[in-house]
């Protein structure tokens, strides 16, 4: 059997159900409904008919009129939900709910071989397991895991006021910022999305948590310390194995970064019982003032004014903006979103001459169309390194597959390696500033108040870091509590 014409049967089964349970829904209250309204609904139900045509002439091979048989459909469900906005008594959202599904399609369309969500009870690999070829028949991108413990990822994000509004945020003022995450991730997918396989947590799930926390910028680190892509704090990521190595905190380490952050999901999914925004709300507000919060009852919905009224603004906002930014990774087509083309294979170059990443990046040009240039992606890809060092020649550097080339025939012989050494070693004047006057003796203390955070306080008070701070109290995972009397290093104040 083509593989087309099987992912087209799994995906067109659980459509006409749910088309046929809607319009039994829509045609309840037929007889009580004014005659517009039920014009309306009899609309929705002949699109019903239309899907199980499609579904039939799938099963019989003849995909030509299936595909428009489904065309036909959709557009008269398209036409139904556009009146029903216009006709009083008319249940818009018995509407919504079927185009939603649609939407749920990479590009609306049934037949697209790289849609990135299926429809049905079966994921593509389930439904094709059995038959020649098997899963690994399956284009790449139809593999990528959009369940969430047996659920669709698309089923479970309520489709909202916050989200939205998140969604417009998305499309318009925070738009670059999605963009820039899309091509960001794209370059280290082959790192972070492995360790989500392998905790069978969805892919869009990942998308919409770095959307959020850092854009896919590996180095970011917030105003309260949480680094990393995934904007791990320091107590947070020792709990995950994310320490030191070497003197490299490992937060910043894509691959690190993106294991830690499956498995503390799929730890606060197990706490709050599969409730996705309940988990996410942990992720960002703490997970023991969530518990707290729910108090076992994990079945209330985020939105309930109960839980919802004691939130942060931040968290208020970080829950739906991290849906909305995986819904979109889902449905970009829908929302008239287009991603940029990634090739994003991985590759390395051992470099021939002394240099930097940021020496590379001016050798490197804007290849492929990257007008932003490189630099972001160098860094990303090797985290470990500080950009401005120049790495001696023989070093390996990860870079897109596609870079190989290019590092060949632009940054070994020629104009632009010189052009890019001249600039990295240009001398700037140092300016040097006195020393502030007052200073605190060694040792002196400081009383925590309600709402520091150990970084907080070094920043504040201008002590040397905040492990000597650490050591000096014997803090254990950096914790401190209000009240607490500090001893403090030498301080500026």
């Given at each position: 059997?083509?593989?087309?014409?099987?992912?087209?049967?799994?995906?067109l089964?659980?459509?006409?159900?749910?088309?046929?349970?809607l319009?039994?829904?829509?045609?309840?209250?037929?007889?009580?409904?004014?005659?517009?309204?039920?014009?309306?609904?009899?609309?929705?139900?002949?699109?019903?008919?239309?899907?199980?045509?499609?579904?039939?002439?799938a099963?019989?091979?003849?995909?030509?009129?299936?595909?428009?048989?489904?065309?036909?459909?959709?557009?008269?469900?398209?036409?139904a939900?556009?009146?029903?906005?216009?006709?009083?008594?008319?249940?818009?959202?018995r509407?919504?709910?079927?185009?939603?599904?649609?939407?749920?399609?990479?590009?609306?369309?049934?037949?697209?071989?790289?849609?990135?969500?299926?429809v049905?009870?079966?994921?593509?690999?389930?439904?094709?397991?059995?038959?020649?070829?098997?899963?690994?028949?399956?284009?790449?991108?139809?593999?990528?895991?959009?369940?969430?413990?047996?659920?669709?990822?698309?089923?479970?994000?309520?489709?909202?006021?916050?989200?939205?509004?998140?969604?417009?945020?998305?499309?318009?003022?925070?738009?670059?910022?999605?963009?820039?995450?899309?091509?960001?991730?794209?370059?280290?997918?082959?790192?972070?999305w492995?360790?989500?396989?392998?905790?069978?947590?969805?892919?869009?799930?990942?998308?919409?948590?770095?959307?959020?926390?850092?854009?896919?910028?590996?180095?970011?680190?917030?105003?309260?310390?949480?680094?990393?892509?995934?904007?791990?704090?320091?107590?947070?990521?020792?709990?995950?194995?994310?320490?030191?190595?070497?003197?490299?905190?490992?937060?910043?380490?894509?691959?690190?970064?993106?294991r830690?952050?499956?498995?503390?999901?799929?730890?606060?999914?197990?706490?709050?019982?599969?409730?996705?925004?309940?988990?996410?709300?942990?992720y960002?507000g703490?997970?023991?003032?969530?518990?707290?919060?729910?108090?076992?009852?994990?079945?209330?919905?985020?939105?309930?004014?109960?839980?919802?009224?004691?939130?942060?603004?931040?968290?208020?906002?970080?829950?739906?903006?991290?849906?909305?930014?995986?819904?979109?990774?889902?449905?970009?087509?829908?929302?008239?979103?287009?991603?940029?083309?990634?090739?994003?294979?991985?590759?390395?170059?051992?470099?021939?001459?002394?240099?930097?990443?940021?020496?590379?990046?001016?050798?490197?040009?804007?290849?492929?169309?990257?007008?932003?240039?490189?630099?972001?992606?160098?860094?990303?890809?090797?985290?470990?390194?500080?950009?401005?060092?120049?790495?001696?020649?023989?070093?390996?550097?990860?870079?897109?597959?596609?870079?190989?080339?290019?590092?060949?025939?632009?940054?070994?012989?020629?104009?632009?390696?010189?052009?890019?050494?001249?600039l990295?070693?240009?001398?700037?004047?140092?300016?040097?500033?006195p020393?502030?006057?007052?200073?605190?003796?060694?040792?002196s203390?400081?009383?925590?108040?309600?709402?520091?955070?150990?970084?907080?306080?070094?920043?504040?008070?201008?002590?040397?870091?905040?492990?000597?701070l650490s050591?000096?109290?014997?803090?254990?995972?950096?914790?401190?509590?209000?009240?607490?009397?500090?001893?403090?290093?030498?301080?500026?104040?």
């Open positions: 059997m083509p593989l087309s014409t099987l992912a087209h049967r799994f995906r089964a659980p459509l006409a159900a749910g088309l046929v349970l319009t039994a829904c829509a045609s309840g209250g037929g007889s009580r409904a004014p005659d517009g309204v039920n014009a309306l609904y009899t609309q929705l139900d002949q699109a019903s008919k239309g899907y199980e045509t499609a579904l039939q002439q099963r019989e091979g003849d995909d030509q009129a299936s595909e428009q048989s489904l065309e036909d459909s959709l557009d008269s469900l398209k036409q939900a556009a009146r029903c906005g216009d006709t009083p008594g008319c249940d818009s959202q509407f919504f709910s079927v185009f939603d599904r649609l939407l749920r399609l990479k590009d609306g369309s049934f037949f697209g071989a790289d849609d990135l969500e299926t049905g009870e079966q994921s593509p690999e389930e439904a094709v397991a059995s038959e020649p070829g098997g899963a690994a028949a399956l284009p790449q991108a139809q593999r990528a895991v959009t369940l969430l413990r047996g659920h669709k990822l698309s089923e479970l994000i309520a489709m909202n006021g916050p989200v939205k509004a998140a969604l417009e945020m998305w499309l318009t003022q925070w738009r670059s910022n999605l963009v820039d995450t899309w091509v960001n991730y794209q370059y280290m997918r082959y790192e972070m492995p360790q989500y396989e392998k905790a069978d947590l969805p892919e869009a799930l990942l998308f919409g948590i770095m959307a959020k926390e850092s854009g896919g910028k590996v180095h970011a680190v917030s105003r309260s310390g949480a680094a990393g892509p995934l904007q791990f704090m320091y107590a947070t990521g020792l709990r995950f194995g994310l320490n030191s190595q070497n003197g490299f905190d490992t937060r910043f380490d894509p691959s690190e970064s993106a830690a952050n499956a498995a503390y999901m799929d730890e606060q999914l197990k706490a709050f019982n599969d409730n996705l925004e309940l988990s996410l709300a942990a960002n703490g997970e023991g003032r969530m518990r707290r919060m729910v108090n076992g009852n994990t079945d209330v919905s985020f939105y309930d004014p109960a839980i919802y009224n004691q939130l942060s603004e931040e968290t208020r906002e970080y829950v739906p903006a991290v849906l909305a930014a995986a819904w979109l990774f889902l449905h970009p087509d829908s929302y008239n979103l287009h991603f940029p083309k990634i090739d994003g294979a991985p590759g390395h170059v051992t470099l021939k001459r002394p240099a930097s990443l940021s020496e590379l990046t001016i050798c490197l040009g804007s290849a492929q169309g990257m007008d932003n240039g490189w630099f972001r992606t160098l860094r990303n890809l090797n985290p470990r390194l500080n950009p401005q060092d120049q790495q001696p020649a023989g070093t390996q550097l990860q870079v897109p597959k596609e870079l190989e080339s290019v590092y060949a025939s632009r940054c070994i012989d020629g104009p632009w390696p010189i052009l890019a050494s001249d990295h070693s240009a001398v700037v004047p140092e300016v040097v500033r020393e502030p006057r007052r200073t605190v003796h060694p040792h203390r400081y009383v925590v108040r309600r709402g520091d955070t150990l970084i907080g306080i070094v920043h504040r008070l201008g002590c040397s870091d905040v492990r000597e050591d000096l109290n014997d803090l254990k995972h950096h914790r401190i509590r209000a009240g607490q009397v500090l001893r403090l290093p030498a301080c500026r104040r």
